[in-house]
Structure formats: structure tokens, C-alpha cells
């Protein structure tokens, strides 16, 4: 039975895979496919998925993606508001420091109403769609010949991964199925297979190991449950409803059904027991790349100096491990680039500080082993990226905290530091790992904690604009945008990519989505990108047409300059799910007016305040004779907010755009002697 049960398994596996080899050809076109012409429930929808069809394999450490979506209307052949339209074929890109991925065997074609098959005979080409807040989406763009209402478009492709340097390493997808989508989808087949010889995690009937690993699930908002075929698992579906976006919501993994799979050791283990495993193994993986520490004592003692102040010593060591060049946060590198600019693999902290370069988490790693060098208690964290999925205690991979910070026990108090984030100032962590669980590492395992918040104070917008306004009602000046903390943080990683024209034209789109519709925008200058501590700091001209409105003899003017964002989640009386904002933040605003000649104020907003125990904001306007001053200060200091507190924050947020729409109205004659103050 030792011996035939293993042939029993592999005859499985063959089976399997060449069933999967067969379902990656083109799908016969039905007359149901032709036929199709709405949505049940959902008569407006401009596309749907026909099919879908998701295969990971970890044998080929590859994906295999099928999609076949019909249009259905004029809506989705004309472009939305990022210009994409269902023509326009996005496959998203992921970025895994040195993990290569790699798009294979793309094949797409669009089959028109009457049957007729145009094959896409284009190169896709790559493009970033969206970046804010440290979230960058990459594509690889194409676009589907001969699309028109009734068409069905359908396309293939594998994503495939390697790990150039690591060649004895298996490299395997993230194995998640991606189940719900923007369309409604008619049918779903989900295919997963792990490696050759390993089962899942069953009480039912046998596993089969692999290097003394199982594979594992976590089944998510999903009622109906994978089939294992022998060492496979399988999903079919049928009629999965689209999913809906909200403004302002949690990172949508939260919400979105799916299974995850992950391998983990053999047995069953409670999760606290199986969170200590993998927290011994990966202990004692990094204690051994930080044993490799040529010259690290060295270095901590030349960067310390003659300070003597501990928190001194410790700032002193994090800017010196910042210097290391941060490859995590450059653009990506094929195999034979690497080659070419010698960029080799580093074996331990050593080799970090030598060749002055390395990525992020190698970075932390020097930090902390410089840091003990110099005397300190100094821990690893692995902590979990709010900006994905928030942390689930049953998920027991290292996937899930796979992002390093360290912690230092500084005066007797824990500090948790982010040496390995490029721009990261001292004594800060970005907003993804703030508020979230890590696992504290030690030899015993290590214990989880919670990731400090960010607070409003460290996450600051300061805008100050000094503008005239003219008879006709054009406004013109003067725009200082000060970005301070977890913003200038942002903003700097956002554009690291991008010249001075690329910063130039995201920082004047930005100002423009604050401005009235119709504004004039031209960037001066800017200053700080380099730099940590200090503020990111960018000058602009501004012009903004028919900013007032005219009544006979009077202008209405808008006191406050600047349009209110957040509004965008309250526009529903109920929403669907909670309102997260990324983290806390400030906006404070000084807007000048100076009023036309002969204009004088016939009156100015009244003082707005709202409050709430987290939040605060203030609206004051005043006139000198000349100008209307107006102060505006906005203070949040909250992220997560469950479905009961929507109302509170609607009620609050209204307030805000009440107190931020306000008007003076400005009358041509008269004195202004009994004008000034609100």
C-alpha cells in the first residue's frame, strides 16, 4: 500500500492536468452566447462575463486566465471615466521584489454578432491606471479589432513566475481564486493544483504529503465549497453577480468571496500553534541572514559617532541604513539587466552593507542588526498590508505578514520603525502597516502585536491661496500646497517613477479635483522630494473662470477655494458596506480674496462648526476692507467606521460641504466701513 498509494496519486495528477490542458482551448461559440442580450435583474449593464475561467498550477508555478465578456450596449464601447471601455483589454501587473512575472501565450480575438472571428494580431503594450497613496496599478494594455454592440470579445494569456538566483527555490502563484468581478458572470470554472505528491488538509480521508507540507484553505464569503479531485481542487459556478464598488470602502478582498490556498505543515494544529511554526521557522531564516554580518559592528560604531543620547544613536543608525540604495523601489529588472549592472544576490546583511544595495526587507534586517550591534534591544515584526486584505488569524501563511518592520526597546518603551520604506521619516511607519497585527519574532515563535496608528497630526495638507477676483468673476493667484508626513510620504513614493514633466502634471491634476470645474492650473515649482522630515512643498498659478456668479449688482463668491473629497462617500442615505479612510488626516486652509474695485462686502458666511469625538472641523470668513480672509481647518482622526456609524459621518460631513459652499455676496458701491468681521 506505501508503494501503490504514491502511483495512485500521480495517476491522479495526470489525469488532472491533461483535463486541464484541454479546458485552456477556445470554447465553442453557442447561439446562446450570440443570443444574449441583458442581465437578469440588471437591464442597464453595458457587458457581461460569459465565462470565466481561472487554473493555477504550482508544478508550472503559472496562472491561467479566460475571460469571454459580451457587450451589450453602447456604454461599454464608450470610454468611462478612465477612458477604458470593454474594447480596451487591462491585464493587471504585480510586483514581487524579485519574483519575475512573466505574461505568456496571450491570445485574443473578438467574434462579431453574425458569428464572423477577427483574430487580434496587436502587442500589448504597459501602462499605469491608477496611483494614489502607495497603490499603483500596472496593465498590460491591448485593444480588441472590430468591436461593435452584440460583439463578444475573448482572450487568454498565463502569467507565469520565477525567482532569477533562486533556482533551487519552488516558486508558486498566490493561490487565490478570483471569483467576483465588475461584470455579472453566467460561468465559472476554478481549477488549483498544488505541487506533485501534496494533498489538502482533511479529517476525512488520507493526505499526502509534501516535504512534510499539506495544503491548506480558506473558503471566504462563499457558500458553495471546492471538490477535491485527487490532489486538485475544483470550483464550478454559474450566474455570480457583479460587484459593486462604494466610494471610501475597505480594500474589497474583504468582501469579495473567495479561497485561498496556502501550504502549511502536516497535521492539524491549532491556528495560535501553527502561527508559532511558521513564526520559529522564520526566526531562524532571518537570524541566519543577519549571522552573515561582515563589518555591520563596524559601520553602527562609525554612523553612531560620539553620541552618547540613545534615541540619537538609534536615528543616527536608521539614516545610515536608508542610504542603502532601495531596490524595492526601483523599476523592475529582467534577468539579463541584472546581469548586465551586477546586480547580485545578497546572502546576509553583510552583503547588504558591502554592496550598498538591497531590498526593503533586507534593509530592516541591517537596520536591526546594526542596531543591536550598537547596544540595542531589536526585534523583527512581520506585519500585514491594510492596503490588500485586513488580517485573518485562520489564514496561517506567511503570505499574509510577508512586510518586515522593526521594533526597538528605546527608553523602556517599544518604537517601531520603517527603515526598509524609501522617504520613511524616523520614528514613523507607512499608513499600510499602521493600526494592523504583526507577529513580534523571538525563538520561541514570537508574539502578535498591533502596529501603532498614525494620528491626524502626522498626515497634514496645509493649501494657501492669495487670489483677486475680477468684475466678470474670474479668479486669479496664487496656490502653496504644503504636504506634511504620511502625504509627503505618499506623494514622494507616488512619483518615483516619474520626471519633473510627470510630477508637474500629477500634482496640477491633483490641485485641479479641488478646484471648481473649469480650472486653469500651472505648476511653478516645487521643492522637497528627496527629502524625510520635512514638507513637500509645490507653488502654482491658478485660474479659475465664472468662479462667482452674478446677480444684478452683485457677485456670489464661494469663501473656501477648495472642494471637499470625502463627500464622495456619503452621497447614498445607506450605504453597502463600512467607511474606511486610509488614515487620519489634516486640512488646513487660508484663502485671500481681494474683491473688485468698487465691490465692497454686503455679507460674508457664517462661522461653521461641527464636532464629533473624532473629528472637528472649523470654517471662519472675515473681511478687511480690501480682502475676505477665510479660515477652513478639517481634523479626522479615525479610519475603519462600521455601517451604524454612516449616518454620524454623513450628518458631519455634510456640515463640512454646507460650511465649505458658503457665499459672500459682494455688491458694486457703497462703503465698507460696516463690512469687516462675520
Known amino acids: 500500500m506505501r508503494i501503490l ?16 490542458a484541454q479546458k485552456e482551448d477556445w470554447l465553442p461559440v453557442t447561439s446562446q452566447d450570440l443570443q444574449y442580450k441583458e442581465v437578469p435583474g440588471n437591464k442597464g449593464a453595458s457587458a457581461v462575463r460569459l465565462y470565466h475561467a481561472q487554473y493555477i498550477n504550482d508544478n508550472t508555478s503559472s496562472w491561467f486566465i479566460y475571460d469571454r465578456i459580451k457587450i451589450l ?14 474594447a480596451d483589454v487591462e491585464i493587471p501587473l504585480f510586483n514581487f521584489d524579485d519574483i519575475v ?57 498565463r502569467r507565469t513566475y520565477s525567482a532569477p538566483g533562486y533556482s533551487m527555490v519552488k516558486i508558486f502563484a498566490p493561490g487565490e481564486w478570483d471569483i467576483q468581478s465588475e461584470l455579472h458572470t453566467v460561468k465559472e470554472s476554478l481549477y488549483y493544483q498544488p505541487f506533485d505528491g501534496t494533498g489538502f488538509q482533511s479529517m476525512s480521508k488520507p493526505m499526502f504529503y509534501f516535504d512534510g507540507a499539506v495544503i491548506s484553505r480558506v473558503v471566504l464569503n462563499l457558500k458553495e465549497k471546492p471538490k477535491d479531485i485527487g490532489s486538485a481542487a475544483q470550483l464550478d ?71 552618547t543620547d540613545s534615541g540619537l544613536k538609534l536615528r543616527k543608525i536608521y539614516q545610515r541604513t536608508q542610504q542603502v540604495r532601495n531596490l524595492t523601489f526601483e523599476r523592475f529588472r529582467t534577468k539579463d539587466e541584472r546581469k548586465q549592472e551586477n546586480l547580485l544576490r545578497n546572502e546576509g546583511v553583510g552583503d547588504v ?22 547596544g540595542f534591544d531589536a526585534s523583527i515584526v512581520q506585519v500585514s498590508d491594510r492596503r490588500e486584505r485586513f488580517f485573518a488569524k485562520e489564514w496561517t501563511s506567511v503570505r499574509q505578514i510577508d512586510n518586515l518592520i522593526a521594533s526597538v526597546t528605546l527608553n523602556g518603551a517599544d518604537v517601531y520603525l520603517e527603515p526598509g520604506t524609501r522617504f520613511c521619516p524616523y520614528g514613523f511607519l507607512r499608513w499600510n502597516h499602521t493600526a494592523t497585527d504583526g507577529l513580534k519574532l523571538d525563538k520561541r515563535g514570537g508574539t502578535f502585536v498591533k502596529a501603532p496608528p498614525v494620528t491626524y497630526d502626522k498626515s497634514v495638507i496645509r493649501r494657501t491661496a492669495q487670489a483677486t477676483l475680477e468684475e466678470n468673476g474670474t479668479l486669479k493667484g496664487n496656490v502653496s500646497i504644503e504636504f506634511k508626513g504620511a502625504e509627503a510620504l505618499e506623494h514622494r513614493l507616488d512619483e518615483l517613477e516619474s520626471d519633473d514633466a510627470g510630477r508637474k502634471k500629477d500634482l496640477e491634476d491633483e490641485l485641479k479635483a479641488w478646484l471648481p470645474k473649469g480650472a486653469i492650473v500651472k505648476m511653478d515649482s516645487s521643492q522637497g522630494w528627496e527629502g524625510t522630515d520635512e514638507p513637500l512643498i509645490a507653488k502654482f498659478s491658478v485660474e479659475v473662470p465664472d468662479y462667482a456668479s452674478t446677480a444684478g449688482k452683485r457677485l456670489l ?45 454686503e455679507s460674508v458666511p457664517q462661522q461653521m462648526e461641527a464636532k464629533l469625538p473624532y473629528a472637528r472641523y472649523n470654517s471662519m470668513s472675515q473681511f478687511d476692507g480690501l480682502q475676505l480672509v477665510t479660515q477652513r481647518n478639517l ?15 454623513k450628518n458631519f460631513f455634510g456640515t463640512v460641504q454646507t460650511g465649505d459652499e458658503q457665499q459672500a455676496v459682494l455688491h458694486a458701491g457703497g462703503s465698507t466701513s460696516a463690512q469687516k468681521g462675520n
Open 557 to 601: 463668491a464661494p469663501a473656501c477655494l477648495f472642494q471637499l473629497k470625502q463627500n464622495q462617500a456619503f452621497t447614498h442615505g445607506q450605504r453597502k458596506y463600512p467607511v474606511y479612510f486610509p488614515y487620519p488626516f489634516t486640512e488646513a486652509d487660508s484663502v485671500s480674496i481681494q474683491v473688485p474695485a468698487g465691490f465692497t462686502i
Open 635 to 649: 481634523v479626522f482622526n479615525g479610519v475603519y467606521f462600521p455601517l451604524e456609524k454612516y449616518s454620524e459621518l
Open 5 to 20: 498509494r504514491p502511483c495512485l496519486l500521480v495517476l491522479c495528477c495526470c489525469v488532472s492536468l491533461t483535463s486541464f
Open 73 to 86: 450596449n453602447d456604454k461599454a464601447v464608450n470610454p468611462d471615466s478612465r477612458g477604458k471601455t470593454y
Open 353 to 374: 552593507l558591502a554592496r550598498g544595495y538591497g531590498y526593503n526587507r533586507e534593509i530592516t534586517l541591517l537596520f536591526v542588526a546594526m542596531a543591536r550591534a550598537a
Open 237 to 307: 459556478l454559474s450566474n455570480v453577480p457583479a460587484f459593486e464598488v462604494e466610494e471610501y470602502m475597505p480594500p474589497e478582498s474583504n468582501f469579495k468571496p473567495s479561497v485561498i490556498f496556502f501550504y502549511n505543515r502536516r497535521g492539524s494544529p491549532s491556528a495560535d500553534k501553527e502561527w508559532q511554526e511558521i513564526g520559529k521557522g522564520q526566526y531562524e531564516f532571518f537570524e541566519k541572514y543577519m549571522a552573515n554580518s561582515r563589518g555591520v559592528k563596524e559601520e553602527a560604531t562609525k554612523a553612531v559617532g560620539g553620541e
Open 101 to 157: 512575472e512573466t505574461i505568456t501565450d496571450l491570445k485574443a480575438r473578438t467574434i462579431k454578432p453574425d458569428g464572423t472571428i477577427v483574430e487580434f494580431s496587436g502587442k500589448p503594450f504597459e501602462k499605469v491606471i491608477f496611483k494614489s497613496r502607495g497603490n499603483k496599478i500596472s496593465v498590460k494594455a491591448f485593444s480588441m479589432p472590430e468591436v461593435s454592440v452584440g460583439s463578444i470579445v475573448e482572450y487568454k494569456y
